[in-house]
């Protein structure tokens, strides 16, 4: 078995990358995602690629099925068993107002109605000491009354297990032995930190997800065997690491970012290979834009996600990949307000019935039939001529929906109105740029924007403009680079554990002997799942001031007590700007990453095989730019016909079969080593176009 698959199911479109290492041979391809049964568009994907699955030794996949769960509140009934006396702590959550002046604020509901948590007379106290053994006697009678509900899960949290796990554990045997076919999950396997609502919101959820998401593992898994595959499944973990099916199906919380992540992990590749120290990897889909910082490589971890957004959404404590996100994708629904002021996102038009040029059913306008009306796509080579654009039909909602109620009349003002959704939609995504660098001490310039994404390279040089960002790297593939990225990806395991000691020598000596046990446990999970594999161990701890709430992660190099506490501040200082040499430091938990190596292409070979020569006649096509009310006529390239070395200037819009890169008048253009478009930006003066 020669050959490795990866496959990433977003919003809109299910993409696959399939490369063979025996010939060197890559295909890409890409599908409608079918919401209604996501598994028909991953096999539709296969067929269309021609990919002979008895040849494949792995199939990574990532998936947006969980978020969707959570997003959509389309789980199952749950029921939660805690500690009497705290079955409201998920409902009570933080005592913060995120919205000061929202007189109507309201979080999103719990996961698990009250009528459903339950609590047993269980106690282990602050300091990990067993107050009250559960009764066995007692929760097989609690199972009888879970088993009268009809739920289909059941999540187990316990106050203070995050310091003795075994009630909690114990508990959840019991519960799973005497409920066949219920799906019970203990957050002491999902979370070690002492974040209560945290860690109990993490396991509902987990719980909540569960059934559908180890149901369709399962289903996929059979799918695959149907078709001769005998390789390894592997799930593309929001950790930037892939997880086994199994491991998958018992933690489908640890896919809740599936799907972005694979970008990033490609973004990081790219970014080692060709000498970028720092990059700001940046992907735009169908459905929303999603942006990260890559330094020398690396992506940053963060300990909690919020599912629907801090405001309003459920908290996650799991290590996911550091991504800012914004509703504007090519789906993106532009739209007036009560007061007629046009609006673009959060809603979007997805793959069913998706933008209006599709064809699909579609009745409101969007981001890409904005671009198919300014001259930046063309109707006829869409995904390489597989999906034919309807100009027409994008054209009269555009006109019925906005034009006409803003006053808009003829072809320049609905060229003008189509210019000032895109400009909108630009603001919004240079918003969540700005929200992983300038809100956190950094700035833009000094970074390179890593465009992929089937809609990002034809924002990618407009961000760069408004962001004054002098680089843009567009790699091969930029439309399935998601999937490219998971057959990069590797191995990964997370755990953080908490650790409260102030930084003192003494408390450094305890700090090595945690991080061995928390190792041995991660080796010991590998190992269970993939067999002997060599490893690597990184580890890292969470500090702040002692004070303060939040922390920062300070990599943990040596045992010097004196160097940690430079790092911190040096850290610190990069983050807020200031920090206090003398104020006392407190270490808060510890974090372990586990890493063993899967078998992966060679990145040079992932553009294919490229031409020698460069092509003599170039077609042209009228295209409206930012900044100019006027269109330029402009060289269309097929981006597999440009050779290592090729160079121009645009105005250029550049083919091929899941993406269109759009370069600015003035701004420069090189096919790179490893077949990327470089694309140097020229500062110009401002562009307005709305």
Not at 82 to 94: A, L, N, P, S
Not at 108 to 123: G, H, K, M, N, T
Not at 624 to 632: I, L, S
Request: proline share 5%; glycine share 12%.
């Amino acid at each position: 078995m020669s050959s490795f698959v990866a496959v990433d199911t977003g919003g809109t479109f299910t993409d696959l990358v399939m490369f063979d290492q025996a010939n060197g041979q890559v295909r890409y391809t890409k599908a409608l995602t079918t919401h209604h049964h996501p598994i028909e568009g991953i096999l539709e994907c296969v067929g269309k690629a021609r990919v002979e699955l008895s040849a494949a030794s792995l199939f990574k996949h990532g998936t947006t099925l969980v978020i969707n769960t959570l997003l959509e509140r389309s789980g199952p009934r749950i029921a939660l068993v805690t500690t009497r006396g705290f079955r409201d702590v998920i409902e009570f959550g933080r005592g913060n107002r995120t919205e000061t002046f929202n007189l109507f604020f309201r979080r999103d509901p719990a996961l698990v109605s009250r009528e459903l948590r339950y609590e047993i007379d269980e106690r282990i106290d602050g300091q990990g000491r067993v107050l009250q053994a559960p009764d066995h006697a007692a929760v097989l009678a609690l199972a009888d009354q879970i088993r009268a509900t009809g739920v289909t899960a059941v999540a187990v949290s316990f106050l203070n297990a995050y310091l003795e796990p075994s009630h909690e554990r114990q508990v959840a045997a019991w519960l799973s032995a005497a409920l066949p076919g219920v799906y019970v999950s203990a957050a002491v396997e999902l979370t070690r930190e002492w974040y209560e609502f945290e860690r109990t919101a993490t396991v509902v959820a987990n719980a909540y997800t569960g059934p559908k998401i180890g149901g369709y593992i399962g289903e996929l898994g059979r799918e695959l065997a149907e078709q001769s595959f005998a390789g390894r499944l592997l799930l593309m973990g929001s950790n930037g690491g892939v997880l086994s099916a199994q491991h998958a199906a018992r933690s489908p919380i640890l896919l809740v970012e599936s799907g972005p992540v694979g970008g990033c992990i490609g973004a990081g590749a790219y970014a080692q290979a060709l000498g970028l120290g720092s990059v700001i990897a940046f992907d735009m889909g169908g459905t929303t834009a999603k942006c990260a910082v890559v330094r020398d490589g690396e992506f940053a971890i963060e300990s909690i996600y919020y599912a629907g957004g801090y405001d309003h959404g459920t908290p996650i404590r799991a290590p996911v990949v550091d991504i800012a996100e914004v509703g504007a994708g090519g789906g993106s629904i532009a739209w007036l307000d009560g007061q007629q002021r046009l609006r673009v996102g959060p809603r979007s038009a997805g793959s069913q019935p998706g933008p209006v040029a599709y064809g699909r059913g579609g009745t409101e306008p969007t981001v890409t039939d904005a671009n198919l009306l300014l001259g930046r796509l063309d109707p006829e080579r869409f995904q390489g001529g597989e999906m034919r654009l309807d100009l027409e039909a994008a054209r009269a909602v555009m006109t019925r929906a906005l034009a006409q109620p803003l006053g808009y009349e003829g072809e320049a003002g609905l060229l003008h109105l189509a210019s000032g959704i895109l400009s909108i939609a630009a603001v919004r995504m240079s918003e969540a740029i700005k929200q992983i660098t300038v809100q956190r001490g950094q700035d833009p310039r000094d970074f390179v924007l890593f465009v992929y994404g089937g809609g990002g390279p034809l924002h990618g040089c407009e961000l760069a403009h408004e962001l004054s960002i002098p680089l843009v790297i567009i790699p091969p593939e930029a439309g399935n680079f998601s999937a490219i990225g998971m057959l990069l990806a590797d191995i990964r395991r997370d755990e953080s554990r908490t650790f409260l000691r102030p930084l003192q020598p003494a408390a450094v000596a305890e700090v090595a002997q945690a991080f061995d046990a928390i190792e041995a446990d991660l080796r010991a999970s590998i190992h269970a799942d993939f067999g002997s594999l060599p490893v690597n161990c990184e580890r890292a701890t969470e500090m702040r001031f002692v004070g303060q709430y939040h922390t920062v992660r300070v990599p943990m190099q040596g045992s010097d007590t004196e160097a940690l506490h430079k790092r911190f501040l040096a850290l610190y200082r990069a983050r807020y700007g200031h920090a206090i040499d003398r104020a006392p430091v407190e270490i808060v938990s510890l974090h372990c990453t586990v890493l063993a190596r899967t078998a992966q292409p060679d990145i040079a070979g992932l553009a294919g095989v490229l031409p020698d020569a460069s092509p003599v006649r170039v077609p042209e096509r009228q295209v409206r730019f930012p900044g100019t009310d006027a269109t330029v006529a402009t060289r269309v390239y097929q981006r597999h016909a440009l050779p290592r070395g090729f160079s121009g200037e645009g105005p250029v819009v550049i083919e091929e079969y899941g993406s269109t890169t759009l370069i600015h008048p003035g701004d420069s253009f090189e096919i790179g080593t490893l077949g990327e478009i470089r694309i140097t930006i020229v500062p110009q003066r401002k562009e307005h176009t709305a």
